[in-house]
Nanobody
Framework: QVQVVESGGGLVQAGGSLRLSCAAS????????MGWFRQAPGKEREFVAG????????YYADSVKGRFTISRDNAKSTVYLQMNSLKPEDTAVYYC????????????????WGQGTQVTVSS
């Protein structure tokens, strides 16, 4: 599995933007579909966005469609999540994870997690 380190979280007002980064190492990054997930207090970890290993196909949870954009730079072994029009309900710890040759949409298919990055959206 790829090892990941997430960064870019913070405190932002509703309507604001943040860009999260996920730096990967340990395996051939370009062989891995990548996904962003989030977990709010008392809730299960949920899928947010995913991208295939080529970067040609992307997938989003309905709750973030039209507001969030996932992208990747295979030369830098990094995946990004641009988050616009943030809402208080987007507040959570955000994690990224990979799955070889497939897009991880179920957190149970991710073998290794980073420490996550906290996103807090104030109203």
């Amino acid at each position: 599995q790829v090892q990941v380190v997430e960064s870019g979280g913070g405190l932002v007002q509703a309507g604001g933007s943040l860009r999260l980064s996920c730096a990967a190492s340990g395996r051939i990054f370009s062989n891995y579909g990548m996904g962003w997930f989030r977990q709010a207090p008392g809730k299960e970890r949920e899928f947010v966005a995913g991208i295939d290993y080529t970067g040609g196909s992307t997938y989003y949870a309905d709750s973030v469609k039209g507001r969030f954009t996932i992208s990747r730079d295979n030369a830098k072994s990094t995946v990004y999540l641009q988050m616009n029009s943030l809402k208080p309900e987007d507040t959570a710890v955000y994690y990224c994870g990979g799955r070889r040759w497939a897009v991880p949409k179920d957190p149970r298919t991710v073998g290794s997690w980073g420490q996550g990055t906290q996103v807090t959206v104030s109203s």
